[in-house]
Every structure is written in C-alpha cells, then in structure tokens.
C-alpha cells in the first residue's frame, strides 16, 4: 500500500494550492481518506475527511469554507482544493486512509496508511 501525496509549495496569502493524494493498494471505495496537518511541537490537526461509500465531507473549523476536498474513483486519488490561504495555513500536510465509515475521521491513531507529507508555506 503507497499514498503519495503531493502539491505543497510557497504561496503568498490570499492564494491557492491543491493537494492530491494518489493511492495504490487499496480498494477506493473501502476507505475513508482524510487530509491532516502538523507543525513543530503540535499535534498533528485533521482538517478534512472524504468518507467511503457515500463520500461525505467533514471539514474542521479553521478550514470550512476555505478547503474542498474531493475525489476521483478512476485514478483512485483525493484532492484538498486549497483557497484563501492564510499564514497560519503553513505546516506539512498529509493525506492518511483508513478502513471505515468516516465517524472518527479526525483521530490520526486510527488510521491504517499514511502519504509522506508535503510542506505548504504561507507567506509573503
């Protein structure tokens, strides 16, 4: 199983960047798949979740009506659409996969697969 995660980069504030997450392994539609972000000396934050079957979304706070999340079946791979980007935005993001219905989708122990992480910076 491989998630590799991709996108990240430098961006002043107010802009955008999109996540993708391309999955190999396993099956699309078995698996939730969620977004999460850390930086130095915090706990890692879930942000966004994609849940299996139905494919319902689930945002956190400091994200709703910024991030969307979605996904393509054939190519077995989720998006994070990134927009109005803040300072705070900045960490390494990670997308993660997990067997399930979503319900816990932002408790980062219960997940089975994790990407690498890519690093968004926020700045001017």
């Known amino acids: 199983v491989q998630l590799q995660a991709s996108g990240g980069g430098l961006v002043q504030p107010g802009g955008s960047l999109r996540l993708s997450c391309a999955a190999s392994?396993?099956?699309?539609?078995?698996?939730?798949r969620s977004w999460f972000r850390q930086v130095p000396g915090k706990e890692r934050e879930g942000i966004s979740c994609?849940?299996?079957?139905?494919?319902?979304?689930k945002y956190a706070d400091s994200v709703k009506g910024r991030f969307t999340i979605s996904r393509d079946s054939a190519k077995n791979t989720v998006y994070l659409q990134m927009n109005n980007l803040k300072p705070e935005d900045t960490a390494v993001y990670y997308c993660?996969?997990?067997?399930?219905?979503?319900?816990?989708?932002?408790?980062?122990?219960?997940?089975?697969?994790w990407g690498q992480g890519t690093q968004v910076t926020v700045s001017s």
């Open positions: 993660a996969a997990d067997y399930s219905d979503g319900a816990a989708w932002d408790r980062p122990l219960i997940y089975d697969y």
């Open positions: 392994g396993i099956t699309f539609r078995y698996y939730s």
């Open positions: 994609i849940t299996s079957g139905d494919g319902n979304t």
